[in-house]
């Protein structure tokens, strides 16, 4: 089993910057994928960036430009910096990794963009 641990949300001003972190722990093989989507109130979970092994990421519409994805394999961490945060951006974000076949996800942490 592996465990996702995030911390760095919190309450920012429209316009803002905040920085997530993610660290994977437990019994840990060969984690492929690991990112961020997050969920707001009432609205469909949604991709916000991932990136697989190699350096490749993916992000979500909304977010492109303003939030980018990094990672440190050798510590199996995943950071998300958000800037030009938006209310929009108000959301539950929850870690994510694959190990494939198997997916995991964080509980979650709250951020919220006050405008």
């Known amino acids: 089993q592996v465990q996702l641990a995030e911390s760095g949300g919190g309450l920012v001003q429209a316009g803002g910057s905040l920085r997530l972190t993610c660290a994977a722990s437990?019994?840990?093989?060969?984690?492929?994928?690991m990112g961020w989507y997050r969920q707001a109130p009432g609205k469909q979970r949604e991709l916000v960036a991932l990136?697989?092994?190699?350096?490749?990421?993916n992000y979500g519409d909304s977010v492109k430009g303003r939030f980018t994805i990094s990672r440190d394999n050798a510590k199996n961490t995943v950071f998300l910096q958000m800037n030009s945060l938006k209310p929009e951006d108000t959301a539950v974000y929850h870690c994510?990794?694959?190990?494939?076949?198997?997916?995991?996800w964080g509980q979650g942490i709250q951020v919220t963009v006050s405008s």
């Open positions: 994510h990794a694959r190990e494939d076949p198997t997916w995991y």
């Open positions: 437990g019994s840990i093989f060969n984690i492929n994928t």
């Open positions: 990136m697989v092994g190699d350096g490749t990421a």
